[in-house]
């Protein structure tokens, strides 16, 4: 399920800890089951823990605390709308209505063409930018009016159908 590969970047991150402290590497090593496999399932969690040498649910702890980890396959684009009280007052909860509508999908879902996953999140540390959302946990995007909502949606769709 997790390639050689993969279990040698474990390797690489285990090794800027204290031996004892191992499982210091497990948000890296998760982050790197995730670039793999696309999430983290239960059966990646049980290796990773295995490795690590701590207790599964541990490292289910570390996965359900984070919304940077999957926990299900997602789209090839994943948006998360900060829908933190800042956010709120300043129309982040009307950014995600909108993107809702424009997806034609639920917060939590994913496009019937396995493009898009619209999700809320928590805080990103940008409230004076709101309406704020992340692209796939790296890419901010700012200001997000409804036209730029849209033209965000209409680039990445455009990139994705290539």
Same mark, same amino acid.
């Given at each position: 399920m997790i390639s050689e590969e993969s279990k040698a970047r474990f390797a690489i991150e285990v090794a800027k800890f204290p031996a004892d402290q191992k499982q210091s590497a497990v948000m890296a090593c998760l982050a790197i089951v995730q670039q793999e496999l696309g999430y983290v399932s239960t059966?990646?969690? /049980? #290796?990773?823990?295995? &490795?690590?040498?701590?207790?599964?649910?541990?490292?289910? /702890? #570390?996965?359900?605390? &984070?919304?940077?980890?999957?926990q299900k396959p997602v789209g090839k684009y994943k948006l998360n709308v900060?829908?933190?009280?800042?956010?709120?007052l300043r129309d982040g909860g009307h950014a995600l209505k909108h993107l809702e509508h424009k997806l034609g999908v639920h917060m939590g879902e994913t496009t019937a063409d396995g493009l898009f996953?619209?999700?809320?999140?928590?805080?990103?540390?940008?409230c004076a930018d709101s309406p704020v959302l992340l692209v796939n946990d790296r890419h901010m995007c700012s200001f997000m009016s409804d036209d730029k909502l849209d033209q965000l949606v209409d680039g990445l769709r455009a990139q994705g159908n290539k």
């Open positions: 059966e990646s969690e /049980e #290796v990773v823990a295995a &490795y690590l040498g701590m207790a599964p649910m541990a490292v289910h /702890e #570390v996965t359900t605390f &984070y919304n940077m980890y999957n900060c829908t933190n009280l800042p956010c709120q996953t619209l999700q809320q999140c928590e805080c990103l540390g940008a």
